[in-house]
C-alpha cells in the first residue's frame, strides 16, 4: 500500500512541473506573438527596400498573400 504522504507530496511535484510548463507555454506564446508583430511592422518596410521595381514587386508578394492582399 502506498503510503498518502509520499503519493500528495508526488501529486503536489507533478502539479508544480504542469504549472512550470504551462507559464513556459504561455512565455514562448507571447515571444512569438511579438515577433510575429515586429515582422509585420517590418515587412513592408524591407518590401520598398529594393531599388528596382522587379525585386521590389518579388518582394512584397508573399507579405501581401499573408495579409489577404
Known amino acids: 500500500m502506498a503510503n498518502p ?3 500528495s507530496i508526488r501529486e503536489t511535484l507533478h502539479l508544480k512541473k504542469i504549472a512550470t510548463l ?6 514562448q ?3 512569438l506573438y511579438s515577433a510575429e508583430t515586429q515582422l509585420i511592422e517590418a515587412l ?3 518590401a520598398k ?8 514587386a ?9 495579409q489577404g492582399g
Open 5 to 7: 504522504l509520499i503519493t
Open 44 to 46: 513592408p518596410l524591407m
Open 58 to 66: 518579388k518582394g512584397a508578394r508573399p507579405w501581401q498573400a499573408d
Open 29 to 31: 506564446l507571447k515571444d
Open 49 to 56: 527596400a529594393p531599388h528596382t521595381p522587379e525585386l521590389r
Open 22 to 27: 504551462n507559464k513556459l507555454f504561455i512565455e
